[in-house]
DNA sequence: GTGACATAATTGCTTGCACAAGCATATACA
DNA sequence: TGTATATGCTTGTGCAAGCAATTATGTCAC
């Protein structure tokens, strides 16, 4: 792709590119916001770390390679190696050596991370309904996701190296009893 | 509002509510690294500079209260304090007493800031359209686009002190040649 | 098997942000 | 007028994240 920099056209943005833009950026930066405040008020828990625990949880075995975790947080990969330290400290997760490849460490969720994540959820379900889910009705949930998906499929190209912000998502529907 | 970590009620979230929730989450990473990187391998120019650059230049006479950059920026006061900082040790913006209330400080952009802004604009704006914009339709970016705001409009409260992630938001439509 | 190169993760360093405390000014009220 | 309180911004401090360099392991060619 050319440089984005360069390109020799640049009619400004119409009126709806530009307001679909300015709302994505608020609605992100706010709700984000509400999220992590909400839920390190309740539960002494980034939504960094969450992440991760859910990740986990709903990995086979409770646990990932770093790299794939990384990819899986949106974060880079130093970024996850402290955020896992941080939950290895805590005795949320520990880690060890790849069976199958000795460069490699996995992360793996503990009975306590496992505990904690149990004790998280509630709150931060409904923290993402009440500030997300319930604005929308089923149908523009629906809608919205749609244009979603359509945005990231068209993307230019799949990161390379490092992601990184970071995220929080609750488990993947039917995993542990607090994906739920 | 009750406290979100002990909301009685915790159904699991739908399907429909989590797959939006995550593409949600992972199209706003996605895309806004994707603008960070392009706006500063092209124009050695961080999005929050540049946003900050871009609100200035649409405000009256090119001047803002600190307070109210800082929210229209989405970032707390003390960021924005340092960010200014930064701004203006490269001139782009010079500060000044606020003539009606000595308390406040007023940034103004200066002619180097506009002109820097005006180049780096085109760029930014490509990004937007290649990374946002041109996925969509007008249709569906006014679909989107009303969505969000419905999001936005149902948002328990306004944030109270700092706000604070950061963005980038190109400017009002028709204000500089830039903001176009 | 040995050497060149790729890949996984970590470590050192820098940057940027938020929170809390502080300073200066403004406002209210006696 | 004088004192108490609120407001606007800045400074001190700590933390989390990324990049670049490093270490350790794996893979391939010969």
Same mark, same amino acid.
């Given at each position: 792709m050319p440089s984005p920099g360069a390109g *020799? &056209? !640049?009619?400004p943005l119409s009126q709806s590119q530009l307001a679909a833009w300015r709302s994505f950026l608020r609605a992100h930066t706010v709700i984000t916001r509400a999220l992590e405040r909400e839920l390190v008020a309740s539960q002494r828990l980034p939504l960094a770390e969450y992440d991760v625990l859910v990740q986990l949880d709903s990995a086979p075995g409770g646990a990932l390679r770093m790299s794939q975790l990384a990819d899986q947080v949106l974060l880079s990969r130093s970024g996850l190696t402290r955020l896992v330290e941080r939950l290895e400290g805590a005795g949320m997760v520990r880690r060890q050596v790849c069976p199958s490849d000795a460069r490699g460490s996995l992360a793996v969720l503990t009975e306590a991370g496992r505990e904690r994540l149990r004790e998280a959820a509630p709150s931060h379900l409904n923290s993402v309904r009440s !500030?997300? &889910? /319930? &604005?929308?009705t089923e149908d523009q949930l629906e809608e919205l996701h749609q244009l979603l998906e359509r945005l990231l499929e068209q993307l *230019?190209?799949? /990161? *390379?190296g490092e992601g990184g912000c970071s995220a929080v998502e609750p488990g993947p529907a039917e995993a542990g009893e607090c994906g739920a």
């Open positions: *020799p &056209a !640049h009619p !500030h997300f &889910a /319930d &604005a929308l *230019p190209e799949g /990161d *390379p």
